[in-house]
Nanobody, 125 residues
Framework: QLQLVESGGGLVQPGGSLRLSCAAS????????IGWFRQAPGKEREGVLC???????SYADSVKGRFTISRDNSKNTVYLQMNSLKPEDTALYYC???????????????????WGQGTQVTVSS
């Protein structure tokens, strides 16, 4: 059974950092496209960044230079490193997967088949 489990969320002060994890089971992340999305209260879910099986990435403009995505194939896990966090980064963060090899990744939620339950990130002083 294909499953994604996010972890690592929490409360952090503005300017701080967090690393979120997306642990996958039932498929191999190195042969998949993994995306991170977020949904703030009262707002629609939006794409943050993604990585495909070739290691190519795409980023939303709002997180360029602050967030990075990486993958540990040995742990079948994808990470979202978030630096210089801002209050507007507060949201429920989800990882999602397309368990096939793709030439490029797109941070459009309609492109993804499987979703985790999400982990809450709150940026506040």
């Amino acid at each position: 059974q294909l499953q994604l489990v996010e972890s690592g969320g929490g409360l952090v002060q503005p300017g701080g950092s967090l690393r979120l994890s997306c642990a996958a089971s039932g498929f191999t992340v190195s042969y998949s496209t993994i995306g991170w999305f977020r949904q703030a209260p009262g707002k629609e879910r939006e794409g943050v960044l993604c990585i495909n099986s070739f290691g190519s990435t795409s980023y939303a403009d709002s997180v360029k230079g602050r967030f990075t995505i990486s993958r540990d194939n040995s742990k079948n896990t994808v990470y979202l490193q978030m630096n210089s966090l801002k209050p507007e980064d507060t949201a429920l963060y989800y990882c999602a997967a397309v368990p096939t090899v793709q030439a490029m990744c797109i941070i459009s939620q309609t492109s993804y088949e499987y979703w985790g339950q999400g982990t809450q990130v709150t940026v506040s002083s």
